[in-house]
Each structure stands twice: as C-alpha cells, then as structure tokens.
C-alpha cells in the first residue's frame, strides 16, 4: 500500500470515515499526489514525508496517546474493582457473582468511554460493547436466579411428597399400566390376524407393531407423571438443564451479538505494511502475540514445540533407531556397522522428510494467517478474537479439523510405504545385497524393458498373459453375471429365489475354497481329469499344460466373478420401470432390441464404475493363481527359475520378493502396474457421468 486510505472498511465491507485526522491528512494527501500534476508532486511529497515524519507529534495523535494512557490506567483499575466485586458479591452462586461483577465493569466503561467515541473507534467499540453487556446481562442473570429459586421450590415440594402416602396414586398407575398393555396386545393380535388373511404386509406389521410399542411407551410415561414425585422429578431434571445449557447458550448469543459489533466497526492502524508476520520466521505463534491472538498463538507454540523437538531432530538423525535421519536417506548405511541395514535408513530418512514437510506446513499456515491478519488489520478490518475464531472453525474449519488425524494416518501408514517402494526401485537390493544396498538409477527399469538377467527374461511373457488373463476372466464375469440376472428376471421363470440363491453360492462360498476344490479335481489323478481324459480318448492333464491350465483360470474365475455382478446387474434391473419396455414393444421392438436399447445402456450407466474395479482386481488376483497351480505349470526356457507359465505380474512380484528375495526389482515392477492400473481406471473412470460430475 503506497499511501493510507482515505476510508477504512470494516469485516462486512462497509467503509468508514477516519476519526484519527493525522492519518486521514496523509490519506487526503496522498489522494492529491495520485491526481497532481508533474509540477506540484514534488511540493506534495514533500509535504508528506514531513507530516509522515511528524505523525507522532500531530495535536491528534498526542491526544490519542493520552487517551490510550487513561484507558490503560482505567482497565487496570476496573480489574482490580471486578476482582474484589466478585469476591465481595452479596449472590452466593460464582456464576451469578462472576456475571453481576462484569455488568458493573460495563456500567463503568460505558460511563467512561462515552466521551471518547469521537476521538477513535476503538473507544467507539468499547463503549457500544458495554450498552450491549448491560443489554444482555441482566436478563441472564435473573433468569439464573429465578431457575435457582424455581429448583430450590421444587425440591422442597419433592421432598414434602416423598412424606405422604401415595399409594392410591400408585395403585391407580398399575391398574391403568395393566389396562394399557392388555390394549396393546390386542391390538397387536389384530394386526398378526389381518397380515395372516392377507390385509396388510409383513413390512406393514412390523412398521405398526413399532407405532404401537412407541404409543404404549409415551402414554405409560404420561401416566406416571400424575404421580406428584414423579412430576416433580422430571421438572427438576428440565431446571438443572436449563441451569447448565441455557444460561451459557445465553451468554453465547451476547458474544455473537459483541461479535458483530467487531465486525462492523473498523481499526485504523499507522503501518502501511505487514511486517509483524515475519516474526513467525523465527517461531511460530510470535506473530499472533503480536496480533493479540492468545490462543492462537498457543497452538502454533505447539507446533513450534513439534518443529524444535521432534522434526528436527529426527531429520538430523537423533531419535533414530538405526538411521540418520535425511543424511540416511542418502548414505543407505554404506561403510557404517555390520548391524545396520539400509532399508531402515532409508525408512527412517522418509519418515524424516515427511516429518519436516508437516514443520513447513505449520510455518506456512502460522505465517499466512499473521499475514492475512495484518493485511485486513491495515485495511480497517479487526482481528477475530477466540470466540470468532472458535465460531468460524466450527462452520467452515470442521472438515479441515476432522480431516488432519485421517491425513497424519495416511502419510505414515499409506504414504511412506508407497514413497518406501518407489525409492526401493532406484536401489540394488536383490539377494547379495540384503543387509547393505546403494542407489543404482534406472538399472531395474533397464533390465525389466530389455528382459534381461534371470528376474527380467520372464517379465514380458508375464505381462502380455496378465493383460489377456486381465481381459478374458472380467469379460467372461460380467458377460455370465449379465446374462443369468437377464434370465431370472423374465416373468416366465418359476423359482426366482431358488436360482437367486444358486447364483450366489460362488460368491457365497469363500473362494480359496472353491479354487482348492477345483485345484485338487483337476490334479493328475483327480477326478475331472479322469472324466476329461475319458471323453477325450487320451490323457488330458490340465495342471501340466500351459495352456490347459490358464483355459481353467479363466472358466474358474469367470464363475467366481460372476455372482458379484449377477447380484448388481438383479438389483438394476428390478428398479427399470417397465413402462420402458412397454412402449418399446407397443413401437415394435423385438426383445433384443428391447435389451440393446433399454437394459444395457441403463445397466452400465449405474455399474461402469464397478465393471473398472473388476478389471482391475483381477490385474492383480493374486489368490486364484497361488492356490490353483502356484503359477505353474514352470517352463524354465521361457520364463527361467522364477516364474511359471501361469504367474500373472502380481504373484510374479511376490515370488522375485518374498521368495528369491529381488526386492528392487520387485518394487520396479510395482511401479509399473501401479502407473498402469491408474491410467486404465482414469480412462475408464472418464467416460462415466459420475465421474464427470
């Protein structure tokens, strides 16, 4: 801001005249600098830059200063007075004491301040904020008294009843409990009756047996108030919560009205720039003390505690298990002890690196928010004060607030292990170089795109069966799924439920079951492959022939997969009106015409999102191929001593990782389908209107 304003502007955005008239001749001045002519703005700027220079010494600002020295001394002294008001307080309840001393604060800044309101707006906002306590305050305080009077009445009038004898009372309650429950029942034989005859539903019933129950609940409540104890209970329970939450929503709602007041009138200030954010540099929440934020600046001292005692050192490899914080990260433990391993410096230096980012953030935020603070502040916009700050988190902050614990998970539990395996991927990591690895740029990746070595020569034979096992097991899922819900739903067909429940079994049935089940009847000596070789004339072994046995992945998992989407495609189609089919066939579509045009072009307009989570599922079902072959049959000519015919890229991952121990290796390829899976989903995610949306 290059010269003051001539108006300020408060938080709603209306603008105010100034009351401090040093400010406003350099405000006028300037505005005639940015209208003169080249000949007279050296006389102007002069002009300025002296009375900038003598803004301390102007007749207002000396009258300022002196009013500011009487408000503190004023404050001061008004402390002292509430403090002994409220220790001296003829009202026992603290509440009530507390409350009475702060009206009479109020009726001494109102009489004190009142003088003063032309002089500047914050004795302006000091005065209107005490006509409003005095508005407010004697209101919550008679109502507390009353509320405090009204439970001490009801409590001797308890006590009174519990001495006399209640038994008729009593007596009365049980004949009609009695009476009401008899009713109850039959109604609720009644009903049971007419959903027997057919008159209403089983839904029905059970939807009036609850109307009933609640009735019955409410009218025994009801009756047990005419017994006088009772009653009295239940309005000494209704005072106590007044007392509790009543008073204080009471006292909220004169903050809110305070609150407005703030934000209505303006601060006029002498910086022309924000400056105080930059002490947030050295420690966060330095700035907000400036700002007079006191809570505020507390929570960023907690984070400051946070960057000074837990991000930094970590970072520089104190706390550590092993590692050395981000040096570690670097050094992978190379020339260190023969206990040292590098996977843990290399963890613990990601843990560090992200524990750093959270100290930025924290410096970002402390830093951005003085700035905004004092931005508006120069403006003529008020600081928030706590309550405002607390009102403004519960309305727009909540999703930020609820969202920070999910977001410290997921860094720690989701973020490094992902960040973990893609850094793996630059390492040498494989069976010579467990304990102590280095960094070896792209050397994975080339192997992996050149097939070369005993881990990369099977990689592109694995990855073309994986697309083909990929595309032929969801189709073939979704195609049977489809087309077995199509035929239940025809009104022709008897038993839906019986052949429901049978299309469910696949899904129904833990899979590792029915994979084991199928694995063992396809065994050499097993009795598929006994019937099979039977009809065949000769010896069919599936789990010995490559191809065989991915013919078998395929038929298996398209059964497996097909109850999920046979289950979704049922729920669809009984909610497409048949309005729909009605008028197509009035028009003289056939029934594929009907299917083509009508069922199909609903039904993936609901389940395109699912049908892209099928594909990619079954990119890496690792399951299916483990527990029916273990990837094989193995052909070690092709696919070398790692991987069998069968194995797909996951379950190819897992035995150059887990078993032969190439984790660098490994994680390169898990980048790769990680990269790949994300740009399928997008592609098929983009084309749905749910995502568009």
């Known amino acids: 801001m290059k010269y003051y304003p001539v108006q300020v502007a408060d938080d709603i955005g209306n603008l105010h005249p100034r009351k401090h008239l040093a400010l406003a001749e350099l405000a006028d001045l300037g505005l005639q600098l940015e209208g003169a002519r080249p000949d007279q703005k050296a006389g102007l700027k002069a ?13 207002y600002s000396q009258k300022l200063k002196a009013f500011e020295q009487k408000a503190q001394a004023f404050e001061a002294d008004l402390k002292d007075k509430q403090s002994q008001w409220q220790n001296n307080s003829p009202y026992k309840d603290k509440r009530v004491a507390k409350l009475d001393a702060e009206l009479k604060a109020a009726e001494e800044r109102s009489a004190f301040y009142q003088a003063y309101q032309e002089l500047s707006y914050d004795a302006e906002l000091a005065y209107l904020i005490s006509q409003r306590q005095q508005l407010h305050l004697p209101g919550i305080i008679q109502q507390q008294l009353d509320l405090e009077k009204s439970l001490a009445e009801k409590e001797a009038l308890k006590a009174e009843a519990e001495k006399q004898d209640r038994g008729a009372v009593k007596a009365d309650i049980a004949a009609y409990r009695k009476q009401r429950q008899e009713v109850y029942q039959n109604k609720l034989a009644d009903l049971k009756a007419k959903e027997r005859q057919g008159q209403i539903s089983s839904k029905a019933l059970a939807s009036e047996r609850k109307m009933e129950k609640l009735a019955l609940k409410e009218d025994l409540a009801l009756k047990e108030l005419e017994d006088p104890v009772k009653g009295l209970e239940e309005q000494i329970r209704s005072i106590k919560h007044s007392l509790k939450v009543g008073i204080k929503e009471k006292y909220r709602v004169m903050q809110a009205d305070i609150s407005d007041l703030r934000r209505r009138t303006p601060v006029e200030v002498t910086a022309k720039h924000p400056r105080k954010f930059l002490l947030n540099l050295v420690l966060p929440g330095l700035a907000q003390l400036a700002n007079k934020q006191y809570i505020k600046a507390i929570l960023f001292f907690l984070g400051s505690l946070f960057i000074g005692f837990a991000a930094i050192p970590y970072a ?29 410096f290399m963890i613990e230096g990601i843990m560090a690196i992200f524990l750093l980012i959270l100290a930025l953030a924290i410096y970002y935020f402390a830093i951005r928010d003085a700035y905004r603070v004092e931005k508006k502040r120069i403006k003529g916009i008020r600081p928030h004060n706590w309550f405002e700050t607390k009102e403004s988190l519960e309305s727009h902050g909540f999703p930020y607030i609820v969202s920070t614990p999910a977001l410290l998970v997921i860094i720690f539990i989701v973020l490094v292990p992902v960040v973990t395996t893609i850094l793996l991927s630059f390492t040498s990591m494989d069976p010579k170089h467990q304990s102590k690895f280095a960094w070896n740029g792209l050397a994975n990746y080339k192997v992996i795109a050149l097939g070369q070595g005993v881990a990369g020569k099977a990689f592109w034979h694995i990855l073309s069966w994986t697309i083909v096992w990929t595309l032929a097991a969801t189709t073939l899922a979704i195609l049977i799924g489809f087309i077995l819900a199509l035929l239940v739903n025809q009104d022709r067909i008897r038993g839906k439920k019986l052949w429901r429940t049978i299309y469910l079994l696949p899904w129904a049935v833990p899979a590792f079951i029915t994979i084991m089940f199928f694995s063992v009847m396809l065994a050499p000596n097993g009795i598929l492959t006994e019937l099979i070789s039977g009809l065949a004339g000769y010896v069919v072994n599936v789990k010995n022939d490559t191809t065989l046995t991915r013919i078998a992945l395929v038929l298996l998992q398209g059964w497996l997969g097909s109850s999920y989407i046979f289950l979704l495609c049922t729920g669809i189609l009984q909610s497409i009106p048949q309005d729909l089919y009605e008028a197509a066939e009035i028009d003289g579509a ?58 797909i890229l996951i379950s190819y991952i897992f035995k150059l990782t887990i078993e032969n121990q190439y984790q660098a290796l490994g994680a390169a390829i898990t980048i790769l389908i990680s990269l790949v899976l994300m740009f399928v989903s997008f592609l098929g995610f983009r084309k749905t209107k749910a995502f568009n949306d």
Not at 47 to 59: E, I, T
Not at 325 to 341: C, K, P, Y
């Open 47 to 59: 002009s300025l830059a002296s009375k900038q220079r003598q803004l301390a010494q102007h007749p």
């Open 316 to 344: 520089l490899g104190y706390g550590n298990y092993q590692g050395q914080g981000v040096a570690g990260l670097i050094s992978l433990a190379q020339g260190g002890r023969r206990v040292d391993r590098s996977i843990i």
């Open 590 to 647: 056939g029934s594929w015409k009907r299917v083509q045009h009508i069922t199909i072009p609903l039904l993936l307009y609901q389940i395109a999102p699912l049908l892209v989570t099928q594909y990619t599922f079954n990119f890496n079902n690792y399951s299916i191929i483990a527990l029916f072959n273990n990837g094989g049959p193995f052909v070690p000519s092709k696919y070398g001593n790692l991987a069998g015919s069968s194995d």
